[in-house]
C-alpha cells in the first residue's frame, strides 16, 4: 500500500516539513576541503620577543626557535539511508520524482550537520600538542559573563544587550584579534544569536528598554543595526550576524545560553567527504530503491583568543 504521504496522481510536488536547509555557519570559517588521513593539524606560530642591543659591542648572537602550537582536527563521519519500495516508483512515476525529496532531505540533514560540527569547534574543547591530546579551552577573560553590566556589581542575568556586545569586541580589540592588522588582512566579525537574542535587540531599537547607552546607538544619529528585507538583524556594531536555533547551553547550567562574536579567520572547517549520495537497489528488501549518504568532516578553532563567549539568560 502506497503511504498516505505521497500524493495522488494529480499532485505535482511534496511539501518538506519545516526545517533548516542550508547551512548557516560555513560562509563564517576558514573551509578546506579534500582533506586525508586520520587527522589534520594547523600550525600556529607563537609570537616572539626581540632583545635591545644598546651599548652592546660584539656581543653573543641570541638565536630563538620558533614556537609553534599544533592544532587538531579529527574527522567525525556519517551516513544517512532512506528508501522507496520499487512499486512506489512506478506508480508515482506519473505525477512526482521521489527520488527528488530524498536527496533533498539529505541534503538539508547535511548542512544542519555542518553548522553542528562548526558551533562544537567554535565553542567546544579543542585539542592541541605533539598528538593532539592535550584539550584546550576557551580562556576565561574571553567570556562576557551572564550578568555582566558595565558598571559591574549585578547579580541578575540577561539576555544579549548591546553592552555585552561592546565588551566582547573591546576583548578582541585588547587581545589583537581584531585590530587594525586583521582588518587590513580583511578579516571580519562574525556573531551569533538565537532568535530571542535577536528580539530583546530589536526590542532595544524600539526604545523599549532603560539602556541609555542601547537607545543612543540604535538612533539614527549613530549606528543602528542593519536590517534584512525581512526584518532580521544582519549587521550591526561591526558585527554579521547568524541566527540559529542550535547554539548550545552552558555545560552543566541549563539556564545559561551561549552566544559569540569571532573573526573570520578563528575557525577551521575541514571536509574529508562532502555529501556524496549514491542511489542503489536492494535485492534483500524486493528491488527498493535506497539512497544513501555519507560525509566527513570536523572544525577546530585557529586561537582560542579570536573567539568570546557571550553567556545570556536562556529564558530571556
Given at each position: 500500500?502506497?503511504?498516505?504521504?505521497?500524493?495522488?496522481?494529480?499532485?505535482?510536488?511534496?511539501?518538506?516539513?519545516?526545517?533548516?536547509?542550508?547551512?548557516?555557519?560555513?560562509k563564517?570559517?576558514?573551509?578546506?576541503?579534500?582533506?586525508t588521513?586520520?587527522?589534520?593539524?594547523?600550525?600556529?606560530?607563537?609570537?616572539?620577543?626581540?632583545s635591545?642591543?644598546?651599548g652592546?659591542?660584539?656581543?653573543?648572537?641570541?638565536?630563538?626557535?620558533?614556537d609553534?602550537?599544533?592544532?587538531?582536527?579529527?574527522?567525525q563521519t556519517?551516513?544517512?539511508?532512506t528508501?522507496?519500495?520499487?512499486?512506489?516508483?512506478i506508480?508515482?512515476?506519473p505525477?512526482?520524482?521521489?527520488?527528488?525529496?530524498?536527496?533533498?532531505?539529505?541534503?538539508?540533514?547535511?548542512?544542519?550537520?555542518?553548522?553542528?560540527?562548526?558551533?562544537?569547534?567554535?565553542?567546544g574543547t579543542n585539542?592541541?600538542?605533539?598528538?593532539?591530546?592535550?584539550?584546550?579551552?576557551?580562556p576565561?577573560?574571553?567570556?562576557?559573563?551572564?550578568?555582566?553590566?558595565?558598571?559591574?556589581?549585578?547579580?541578575?542575568?540577561?539576555?544579549?544587550?548591546?553592552?555585552?556586545?561592546?565588551?566582547?569586541?573591546?576583548?578582541l580589540?585588547?587581545?589583537?584579534?581584531?585590530?587594525d592588522?586583521?582588518?587590513?588582512?580583511?578579516?571580519?566579525?562574525?556573531?551569533?544569536?538565537t532568535?530571542?537574542m535577536?528580539?530583546?535587540?530589536?526590542?532595544?531599537?524600539?526604545?523599549?528598554t532603560?539602556s541609555?547607552?542601547?537607545?543612543?546607538?540604535?538612533s539614527?544619529?549613530?549606528?543602528?543595526?542593519?536590517?534584512?528585507?525581512?526584518?532580521n538583524?544582519s549587521?550591526?556594531?561591526?558585527?554579521n550576524?547568524?541566527?540559529?536555533?542550535?547554539?548550545?547551553?552552558?555545560?552543566?547550567d541549563d539556564?545559561?545560553?551561549?552566544?559569540?562574536?569571532?573573526?573570520?579567520?578563528?575557525?577551521?572547517?575541514d571536509?574529508?567527504?562532502?555529501?556524496?549520495?549514491?542511489?542503489?537497489?536492494?535485492?534483500?528488501?524486493?528491488?527498493?530503491?535506497?539512497?544513501?549518504?555519507?560525509?566527513?568532516?570536523?572544525?577546530?578553532?585557529s586561537?582560542d583568543?579570536?573567539?568570546?563567549i557571550?553567556?545570556?539568560?536562556?529564558?530571556?
Amino acid at each position: 500500500m502506497i503511504p498516505d504521504h505521497f500524493t495522488i496522481q494529480f499532485g505535482r510536488n511534496f511539501t518538506a516539513a519545516v526545517q533548516q536547509t542550508q547551512s548557516r555557519f560555513r560562509k563564517a570559517a576558514v573551509v578546506e576541503t579534500g582533506c586525508t588521513g586520520e587527522a589534520k593539524t594547523h600550525n600556529l606560530v607563537l609570537p616572539i620577543h626581540d632583545s635591545e642591543t644598546t651599548g652592546e659591542r660584539l656581543a653573543q648572537t641570541l638565536l630563538q626557535e620558533l614556537d609553534t602550537q599544533k592544532r587538531w582536527v579529527r574527522p567525525q563521519t556519517f551516513d544517512l539511508a532512506t528508501g522507496e519500495p520499487f512499486w512506489d516508483e512506478i506508480m508515482l512515476a506519473p505525477a512526482i520524482l521521489p527520488g527528488g525529496k530524498h536527496l533533498e532531505a539529505h541534503l538539508g540533514a547535511y548542512n544542519r550537520r555542518v553548522d553542528r560540527v562548526f558551533i562544537d569547534g567554535l565553542f567546544g574543547t579543542n585539542y592541541i600538542g605533539k598528538n593532539g591530546t592535550t584539550a584546550s579551552e576557551i580562556p576565561a577573560e574571553n567570556v562576557v559573563g551572564v550578568a555582566f553590566t558595565p558598571e559591574g556589581g549585578s547579580t541578575d542575568p540577561t539576555g544579549l544587550t548591546v553592552d555585552k556586545i561592546i565588551h566582547a569586541k573591546r576583548i578582541l580589540t585588547k587581545n589583537e584579534s581584531y585590530g587594525d592588522d586583521a582588518r587590513a588582512r580583511g578579516v571580519q566579525l562574525w556573531g551569533a544569536m538565537t532568535p530571542e537574542m535577536e528580539e530583546r535587540l530589536l526590542f532595544l531599537a524600539n526604545g523599549t528598554t532603560s539602556s541609555a547607552a542601547a537607545n543612543r546607538l540604535f538612533s539614527r544619529d549613530y549606528m543602528p543595526p542593519t536590517l534584512d528585507k525581512d526584518g532580521n538583524i544582519s549587521f550591526f556594531l561591526g558585527v554579521n550576524w547568524i541566527r540559529s536555533t542550535q547554539l548550545p547551553l552552558k555545560p552543566g547550567d541549563d539556564e545559561v545560553q551561549y552566544s559569540g562574536i569571532w573573526t573570520s579567520d578563528a575557525v577551521h572547517l575541514d571536509f574529508w567527504k562532502e555529501i556524496q549520495t549514491s542511489v542503489d537497489r536492494r535485492a534483500d528488501l524486493k528491488n527498493a530503491a535506497q539512497f544513501f549518504s555519507q560525509y566527513g568532516l570536523g572544525a577546530c578553532r585557529s586561537e582560542d583568543k579570536k573567539v568570546v563567549i557571550i553567556e545570556c539568560d536562556a529564558e530571556v
